[in-house]
């Protein structure tokens, strides 16, 4: 509607000062002829509002000019008290600002939304980590932060993953992103982008060089281009297994960044714990297959036959550490006493 575009129009001025009208259009989804016809709409209605063409243009209010009006509704009222990743604050030391902030947000809020607000509340809770996570390791955002804010770039001692000893790297970060319960910092190094887990980060040093980001583009751009390439790394290695029905659902939760394409769960015999199901799944090397072991006797791997070759070898070795013993004798028992 009409009416809620010009009040977002006010409020995104409000925050940022001068804005470039092609960038609230695109923020709302209109044409740029559109936002100078609100512009028009909200300076009629009073509002000390002014455009500047040129270079360095943009659409801006008059300084000094503010609006208590928040102009939520009911929607929007529930939204902001139903927050993700609660763990997330508290890893950037936000948890008391998160409190303060809620605390004065519910007494801006329009009366009649108070109690919807509140509900939301407490009805919903969303926890972004994953079950049975284990133990995560310290991670120390500080630095980190500091750099992110002020725009500066940053020296780390980076290890990476199957690797002992550290390596040194200097980055421009973009920003922080909390994935799964997990922490990253998005940067670009010689103006590729790059993503470094936080709890793999040694040390950290803030530079006194200004960031060198790459124009126009920003944070959520840069994950977008880094989360494909994690998600859409080809697989080359098409594995086809069989599953036991029984224990279909837990195989594909836990195999599901490896399904090749969805299993047609009717198929593959009379239901039953002996009913089989085939499934379709992708590597990217023979060894990656070995994450199947854990399901036992429920999971064969019908092809490629050096997959089936690796995973005896697996089993084997596993064999070699536990070698035959004999069964445990049950203890004799005392021979009844005559009376």
Not at 138 to 155: S, Y
Request: glycine share 8%; proline share 6%; no cysteine.
């Amino acid at each position: 509607m009409k009416s809620d575009r010009l009040l977002s129009i006010l409020l995104l001025l409000q925050t940022r000062g001068r804005v470039p009208a092609r960038e609230l259009a695109g923020r709302l989804e209109v044409s740029v002829r559109t936002i100078y016809r609100d512009v028009e709409a909200l300076s009629a209605a009073g509002v000390p509002v002014y455009a500047e063409r040129g270079r360095h243009g943009g659409i801006e209010l008059l300084a000094g000019f503010r609006t208590d009006v928040t102009g939520l509704t009911a929607d929007e009222s529930r939204a902001l008290f139903v927050l993700a990743a609660q763990g997330a604050h508290a890893a950037l030391g936000l948890d008391a600002a998160l409190g303060s902030a809620l605390r004065k947000v519910m007494a801006a809020l329009p009366a009649p939304h108070r109690p919807a607000a509140e509900v939301a509340s407490r009805r919903i809770l969303v926890d972004a980590t994953r079950w049975k996570g284990g133990p995560q390791a310290a991670v120390d955002l500080d630095t980190l932060q500091d750099a992110v804010f002020a725009d500066r770039r940053l020296r780390l001692r980076y290890r990476h993953g199957g690797q002992r000893e550290p390596r040194t790297y200097t980055v421009d970060p973009y920003g922080l992103v909390s994935k799964a319960g997990v922490w990253y910092l998005v940067a670009d190094r010689r103006a590729a982008p790059r993503l470094f887990r936080a709890d793999r980060v040694r040390s950290a040093t803030v530079l006194g060089d200004a960031v060198r980001r790459r124009p126009g583009v920003e944070l959520s751009d840069v994950w977008e281009v880094l989360r494909r390439q994690v998600e859409e790394r080809p697989g080359g290695l098409d594995v086809t297994v069989r599953v036991r029905r029984d224990r279909l659902d837990m195989f594909l939760r836990l195999n599901a960044a490896q399904l090749a394409e969805l299993p047609d769960a009717d198929a593959g015999g009379a239901e039953g714990e002996d009913a089989w199901v085939s499934v379709r799944l992708s590597y990217g090397v023979v060894r990656e297959a070995r994450q199947l072991l854990p399901f036992a006797d429920a999971v064969e791997v019908l092809e490629p036959p050096e997959v089936r070759a690796e995973l005896a070898a697996a089993a084997a070795s596993v064999t070699r550490l536990y070698p035959s013993l004999p069964e445990p004798q049950a203890p004799d028992r005392p021979s009844p006493r005559k009376p």
